[in-house]
């Protein structure tokens, strides 16, 4: 095939096609390029036009600057099943750094994670868990308590030597008894 070839694709299997890029299989560009024989730029254009009439590419971060959980577990969906280059050029876009989408991924992975029954601190009631955390925020009441009166302990013993050189500089020295 030419360059000046132009595959022609009808409407259904352009559908078909810009199903297969969306989430949830997101199939790579590349890879749908060379079995279809279409150009990537072409395709790319394809699926963004689909997200944007789908409103996927509307995700807007909050006026603090952070993700809504939706959001990110939406994005990393979306990115699920795209390569390194695609994951790049899709975080340049959304204003994302990759290293936040892999912590969205991996809390995502994690999120049901947990098994019921699974380590004795996972038998704990509430209640139980709730006194511990009194009784440990009884302790450390105490240790701060006891800091504070060893503070003011030392500070009282070295206001005192610093009386007793001055009293042996203005009286000179005496022998204690």
């Not at 297969?20 to 279809?36: A, D, F, H, Q, Y």
């Not at 701060?144 to 500070?155: I, T």
Request: with cysteine; net charge positive.
């Amino acid at each position: 095939m030419t360059t000046a070839n132009i595959v022609k694709v009808t409407a259904e299997e352009k559908a078909q096609i810009i199903k297969r890029m969306l989430p949830p299989g997101n199939e790579s560009v590349p890879l749908i390029s060379k079995e279809t024989g279409i150009k990537e730029n072409r395709l790319y254009n394809w699926r963004k036009k689909a997200k944007d009439k789908l409103g996927m590419e509307s995700s807007v971060r909050a006026s603090d600057g952070k993700w809504s959980s939706q959001d990110k577990f939406m994005i990393v969906v979306e990115t699920f099943g795209m390569n390194e280059t695609e994951l790049g050029e899709y975080c340049r876009t959304k204003g994302i750094f990759l290293s936040e989408l892999k912590e969205w991924k991996t809390a995502c992975l994690q999120a049901n994670s947990v098994q019921p029954n699974s380590t004795p601190e996972s038998n704990q009631s509430k209640k139980e868990i709730a006194n511990e955390l009194k009784e440990e925020r009884r302790k450390q009441k105490e240790l701060e308590q006891e800091l504070r009166r060893k503070e003011k302990a030392l500070a009282e013993m070295a206001a005192l030597m610093v009386l007793r050189k001055k009293a042996q500089a203005i009286w000179g020295e005496h022998e204690e008894e």
